[in-house]
């Protein structure tokens, strides 16, 4: 074991501070990773914060991670030393079970290994990327290509999978008409790659606050959702909406936007529920689904697309000691929209 400086938390209420940690040893299947910037996801607050469930602290949070490669184990064959790697939300998965064979560890049936506030194989809690260093399973690590800055690629590893992976998975392309609820840190980047894909991209926001970003990021209209006439107007317009809010939304009023076999996913997570009539799905066969990240094989597939169309996240970077001021920010929905911890700045 050795010690990595680091940034986190030691209970549910008190603000985040600096932290020493410890990393495991080299195995002969791991990389050793020098971090060089890590992204801020609404999901750390909720975790840290106990929203989601128990949490054991102290708790390192961050599994948007950018770095470069310091070390690998002796058996290690996908990086090398100097590689410009990636890690994301997990960093294990049994391996064994039907969807991790079909390449879909982020559906592994006996849970998979999450970058930080998880069991790893040792028994101990894994601490994530608000650090200068993470040792993660080879298998677990994905390239970032050389046409991906470290600091906008970073947030590709959450946001970027998150949004890519039902965007493909429900076939968005052209001809087909997509909508997106929200325009956040989830949101633009689904704004991005659905129009990279080919789609006729459309925003459903509060208000119109963000409609000049959002029209520069590739959507094709924006409407406010706190309108009445943009439901009536966009009634059984939509292929695909993919919910990117992590707020109580009204499922049924955007499922009246779809059109027949239209489905409306859903990445955000809010901890509340969020109720659907019967019939908002059953008179047009319409349907109501999840997404949850993407799988190691599809994540090097999404930052290489993101690569070729010369997509990255649009970011804010801050320094260490700005990342309590970052979160309640994030709470405020006040960030365009991305943070980027400069890993550099916890010495």
């Not at 106990?50 to 948007?64: C, Q």
């Not at 925003?203 to 406010?224: C, F, H, N």
């Not at 599809?298 to 001021?325: K, P, R, Y």
């Amino acid at each position: 074991m050795f010690n990595v400086n680091a940034y986190g938390a030691t209970s549910a209420t008190d603000p985040l501070a600096p932290l020493t940690i410890e990393r495991r040893d080299l195995g002969p299947h791991d990389v050793h990773i020098d971090i060089k910037y890590c992204g801020v996801c609404h999901s750390d607050i909720h975790d840290v914060r106990g929203e989601w469930g128990p949490t054991e602290y102290p708790l390192v949070p961050g599994h948007e991670i950018a770095g470069v490669v310091s070390a690998v184990g002796s058996d290690v064959s996908k990086h090398a030393v100097g590689d410009r790697v990636g890690v994301g939300c997990m960093v294990d998965s049994c391996r064994e079970c039907d969807n991790c064979q079909a390449g879909n560890e982020q559906y592994c049936l006996p849970g998979n290994t999450p970058t930080y506030g998880g069991t790893d194989r040792d028994g101990t809690i894994t601490q994530g990327g608000y650090a200068t260093d993470v040792i993660v399973n080879e298998d677990f690590v994905v390239r970032i290509p050389e046409g991906l800055a470290l600091d906008v690629a970073a947030p590709l590893l959450c946001a970027g999978i998150t949004t890519y992976s039902p965007l493909r998975h429900w076939g968005a392309g052209p001809g087909k008409r997509i909508a997106i609820v929200g325009l956040g840190g989830l949101g633009h980047m689904a704004v991005k790659i659905a129009k990279a894909l080919g789609a006729e991209v459309t925003v459903l926001s509060q208000s119109l606050r963000k409609k000049d970003d959002g029209l520069r990021l590739g959507a094709d209209d924006y409407r406010a959702t706190s309108d009445r006439q943009t439901f009536k107007d966009l009634a059984g317009r939509f292929d695909l909406i993919i919910n990117t809010v992590s707020a109580e939304v009204n499922v049924n009023h955007f499922l009246r936007l779809l059109r027949t076999d239209g489905t409306l996913v859903n990445v955000g997570a809010p901890a509340e529920p969020l109720p659907v009539q019967a019939f908002s799905l059953i008179l047009q066969r319409k349907s109501f689904a999840g997404s949850l990240i993407g799988g190691i094989r599809e994540t090097q597939e999404m930052l290489d697309f993101c690569a070729e169309h010369g997509i990255g996240a649009d970011i804010e970077v801050i320094a260490a000691d700005q990342i309590n001021e970052a979160w309640e920010r994030v709470l405020k929905s006040d960030v365009r929209y991305r943070f980027v911890i400069d890993v550099s700045t916890l010495g």
